[in-house]
Every structure is written in structure tokens, then in C-alpha cells.
């Protein structure tokens, strides 16, 4: 356990390549919870949902170009690209197995001439003021030393009228604040999200940073109850699955019955939320 701990500590490239392709669809290498909107949905279908969910917010529809921060294995890039035709795609992810892998797919399905992933960080990106339509980034923001970083970055490279969407994992509002243990919980699993701790402020918090950088329009949505316990429930009834646990990797099966039993008090600690804000029209 400690040695999870340490490594986790270290930052989110070594989390995912400590976790290899070792994910949890059967068709798909997506990495988000999902959003899942059906009982009987699969992994699959809950994670497209939760891209689906995420460009709806970003306003794909409208945009010429995007960014995506944090791509993982290209999944929602490729999805995006067909869903809008007209949508070029530019990537930035810190994880070389990541970049290598997503390229690779990426190429294979016929999309490189519309989606350009890179290796880089999301808050040190090379692009130019005022380039993109919308930048978005599915479940890595928190992992960003630091988040604030990345938002000024995002603000810089938005257009006039561009529009961020962040799909997020963030503390849950407690009146009065987090007591000790709520605190020391909360710590726990700052580690096994490979989340630093200056990442960790409320929904509040995370408006007026916003506003502060200059965004306007901004919402922020909570959808836990359609992500945690209907991601643990298919996490759990996976672990009777043969053909899905052989196909992980020992240190991987390790971490995957550690995670398969959350308590409410875990699922209880951090929200599940949709950040979407806008760059003023004139700036």
C-alpha cells in the first residue's frame, strides 16, 4: 500500500503509467468514470456519454478548433472529430505512453489530418494568444500543478468569445468546513487521484479563481449522482468477471480491488462537476 501511495505522490504521468492500458472498457481505452444515464448501460457507452456530455458544454458545434488538455488515449478526440466534421483538434498530454498510443489509434482511424496530439503541459502551452474556439479537458484538471496554471493558460489561447469546459473532481461543500477526519480522507484520496493539495478548493473557490483570470459566464454543474456509485457498482460486479481481471495486470489488479469497495464517507468527500466559462467577447 505504501509503495501505491509513493508512486501516486509523484505525479499523474507516473499514475497512468503505472496503470498502463489496463482500462476498463471492451471496446474503448477511455479513462473517465462516466456518465451514466442507464442501469444497464456498459463501460463503453457511460464513458462516450461523459465526452458527449463534456463537447455539449464546450460547444463543440460551433468551434473551428479546440483544445484538448490531457487527451489520455485520444478516445474522445476521435469521438469528437466524427461527431463535428468540421472540428480540428489539437492535444497536449504530459504521459508518453499516452501520446505514443493515441497517436498510433488516432492515425489508424483514418483522423490525423483533423487531430494533432502532442506531448507537452497543459500549463505550459506553446500556442499562441487567442487561437482556439474552446479548450477543453476531460477529468485531468485536477491532476495540474498547478489547476489555476492551467485556467490562465486556457484564458490566454481562447479566443474572444471562446469557451473552456472542464469536466472536474473537486471537494464537496461541507458546512462549517472539513473536520479532521473528513480532512485526512480527503488527503487519502488527493493521493490516489494524484492531486495536489493547492488543487483542492470548493466550488467557490474555483468561480472566483475564474473570475479573477477574467472569465465570464461561468457555471459550474455538479453530476455525481449520475458518475461515483454507478461507476463502483460496474467497478465491483467486474471483479467476478474472469475474462476482464485476467486481462489486468498484477500491480493493476492490486489497485483495482483497493478501489472496488468504497465507503459512502469516500464517495462522500469529493464532487463530480462540469465547469464551463467563457472568454469576453472583447478583451
Known sequence: MRNVFLLFRRGADSTYDFIGEDVWGDESLYLNLGYWTD???????????????????????????ALDAGYGFGDQDMFWAKKYPKL???GVNITPL???RARDRVEAAGLSDRVDLMQGS?????????RFDSVV???AAFHFVTRKDFLNEAF?????GGRLAVADVIPCEISGGPNLMQKMRMRVLSALLSTPNVNNHSSGEYIAQLEKIGFVDIKIESIKASVYK??????????????????????VRYFYKMISSPSDKMLETFDYVIVSACKPEVF
Open 39 to 65: 442501469s444497464s448501460m456498459s463501460y463503453d457507452e457511460a464513458a462516450q456519454n461523459m465526452a458527449d456530455y463534456l463537447g455539449k458544454a464546450a460547444q463543440l458545434d460551433k468551434a473551428r478548433e
Open 88 to 90: 480540428r483538434i489539437k
Open 98 to 100: 499516452h501520446v505514443q
Open 122 to 130: 497543459a500549463i505550459d502551452l506553446s500556442f499562441e494568444d487567442n
Open 137 to 139: 479537458s476531460l477529468e
Open 156 to 160: 490566454r489561447i481562447l479566443k474572444p
Open 230 to 251: 454507478q461507476f463502483f457498482s460496474f467497478v465491483r460486479n467486474q471483479k467476478n468477471n474472469a475474462q476482464f481481471m485476467s486481462r489486468l495486470s498484477p500491480r
